[in-house]
């Protein structure tokens, strides 16, 4: 695993932090968004992969740290490798994803 990992807790102060330059991005599916999102994070969808992944240098900068989430956290571990192997060089995937974000830092967001 070339990524790390942050738990949710941790991603809750991070969002928080409007001092530090971070990168959030969503991996999940446009329908899934319209269920449930979190300020700050800009959507690229990877089943969009093909579509996105030409300008990833024009939307990214590699070398800004960069949280990915997604629903559990399977697909957007899938896009920090991606990330990581491009040359990006602080990539987080955020541990249980949205689900647990809801679950675990504020309850009054919708899980599905």
């Not at 959507?43 to 939307?59: C, D, G, Q, V």
């Not at 987080?92 to 009054?108: E, F, L």
């Amino acid at each position: 695993m070339t990524f790390s990992e942050i738990t949710v807790t941790e991603l809750a102060i991070k969002l928080a932090d409007n001092d530090k330059q971070y990168q959030f991005v969503d991996v999940r599916e446009p329908q899934e968004l319209a269920v449930v999102t979190l300020p700050r994070f800009i959507n690229l969808p990877l089943s969009e992969h093909a579509a996105w992944s030409p300008e990833i240098y024009t939307r990214l900068d590699k070398d800004t740290e960069t949280l990915v989430l997604c629903h559990h956290g399977m697909r957007s571990a899938q896009m920090c490798q991606w990330l990581s192997e491009r040359g990006f060089t602080q990539v987080s995937n955020i541990i249980g994803g949205i689900d647990a974000y809801s679950h675990h830092v504020d309850s009054s967001l919708p899980r599905y």
